[in-house]
């Protein structure tokens, strides 16, 4: 049985619709040495089910505290976000989140780093799932093997698995092929890509890299410097899958670059 069709199989199987996520008016602010910083203020979007939007902005505008309110890591202080039109009031199995590191624990095997998220399970039921997603990203034959034996792009299939052997509604992605090598980054994207065409969760990536927010998304939503609010909602109308050398590609790369720099320097909205 190929990837391909274990991967339609296993995740077909996951929860039969994808969730909209609804951020209004979101606001969050921390305390350092004695001064508030307002990270987020006002940050309003709507994300439609199955749809995969990617959010980019500079360093510190908060965009990964959003999507940590998301994941219901942090509190919100002002305003209100919702999955399924529930709000959400602490971490969830059914949204999975990834970050720039894998995170994997040292000591356990890959098959065990998998496993240790999941929830309550008869043994048979979970042996089944982490064999599916380990074989979902091309990992077979190392569920043996310690984090230590991998090479980087492997560790992140492997958080990847970790991710998915709950078969979450969202996926929350916060810069997670960041530390990679370029090949081997483009090659996770692929493949973030051929498992969220079979799945069509609702996934929100967080980068700043313009070529994979475009090469991704659906939608590119550009944060402001902080306090970070989405500046602006950029529609990417490209067929999959998609060619970055192509002129239409390049055309919506220029246009984001554009208003990513926009955003950088200046609190003027302009048309794009």
């Known amino acids: 049985m190929t990837t391909t069709t274990i991967a339609r199989r296993v995740l077909q ?17 921390f305390n350092a040495n004695g001064n508030e910083v307002v990270a987020l203020r006002g940050v309003d979007v709507d994300v439609r ?36 039109g529930a709000p959400i009031s602490g971490p969830s199995l059914e949204r999975g989140i990834m970050f720039q590191d894998s995170r994997l624990l040292p000591w356990l095997t890959v098959e065990r780093n998998v496993g240790f998220a999941l929830g309550r399970l008869p043994k048979a039921e979970a042996r089944r799932r982490i064999a599916e997603a380990i074989e979902v990203v091309g ?16 560790a992140q299939r492997a958080a990847i698995a970790r991710v998915l052997v709950n078969k979450p509604r969202v996926l929350l992605l916060d810069e997670p092929f ?23 969760s609702t996934v929100v990536l967080v980068t700043h890299d313009i070529d994979e927010a475009v090469y991704l998304g659906d939608r590119v939503a550009v944060m402001s410097n902080r306090p970070g609010t989405i500046r602006k909602l950029v529609h990417v109308d490209l067929p999959r899958p998609r060619d970055r050398s192509s002129g239409a ?24």
Request: hydrophobic share 40%; charged share 25%; with cysteine.
């Open 249 to 272: 590609f390049v055309s919506v790369r220029k246009r984001i670059y554009g208003e990513f720099f926009t955003a950088a320097e200046s609190d003027i909205e302009f048309e794009i």
């Open 178 to 200: 960041g530390a990679l090598d370029a090949l081997t980054r483009i090659q996770m994207q692929q493949e973030l890509l051929r498992i969220w065409e079979v799945e069509r």
């Open 139 to 154: 990992l077979s034959g190392f569920e043996k093997a310690y984090p230590h034996q991998l090479s980087g792009g492997m």
């Open 13 to 29: 199987s996951a929860a039969p619709e994808a969730p909209p996520i609804k951020a209004t008016g979101i606001g969050k602010s």
């Open 49 to 84: 089910p199955g749809e995969f939007l990617s959010i980019i902005g500079g360093s510190g505008c908060g965009k990964s505290t959003f999507l940590r309110i998301v994941a219901g890591l942090e509190r919100n202080d002002a305003g209100t976000v919702t999955v399924d």
